[in-house]
């Protein structure tokens, strides 16, 4: 059974950091595509950051500069630094890993941890 367990989420001032982590159970996590989204009520679901199984990564234009994204292959968990924190990250943040396989592709997520910027 796979499970994608989030932590780290909470209340930050504008301007503060805050880490996330995802560890992930129950796959090969070397081979998953492992990604943070993010989602405000009302709005859809929104990539913030990605990174490949070689460490490659890609952002969105909003957190480019601010935010990081890593993975421990070991720890089999994918983290996300956020830093320079405004009131508009404010959203729920969800882990998500992404395989393609034989054509076929699986996605699974996890159950999303609130990251809250306010004063």
């Known amino acids: 059974q796979v499970h994608l367990v989030e932590s780290g989420g909470g209340l930050v001032q504008p301007g503060g950091s805050l880490r996330v982590s995802c560890a992930a159970s129950?796959?090969?996590?070397?081979?998953?595509?492992m990604g943070w989204y993010r989602q405000v009520p009302g709005k859809q679901r929104e990539l913030v950051a990605v990174?490949?199984?070689?460490?490659?990564?890609n952002y969105a234009d909003s957190v480019k500069g601010r935010f990081t994204i890593s993975r421990d292959n070991v720890q089999n968990t994918v983290y996300l630094q956020m830093n320079s924190l405004k009131p508009e990250d404010t959203a729920v943040y969800y882990c998500?890993?992404?395989?393609?396989?034989?054509?076929?592709?699986?996605?699974?997520w996890g159950q999303g941890t609130q990251v809250t910027v306010s004063s």
């Open positions: 129950g796959i090969i996590f070397r081979l998953y595509v």
């Open positions: 998500n890993a992404d395989i393609l396989e034989w054509g076929r592709r699986t996605v699974y």
């Open positions: 990174i490949g199984t070689g460490g490659s990564t």
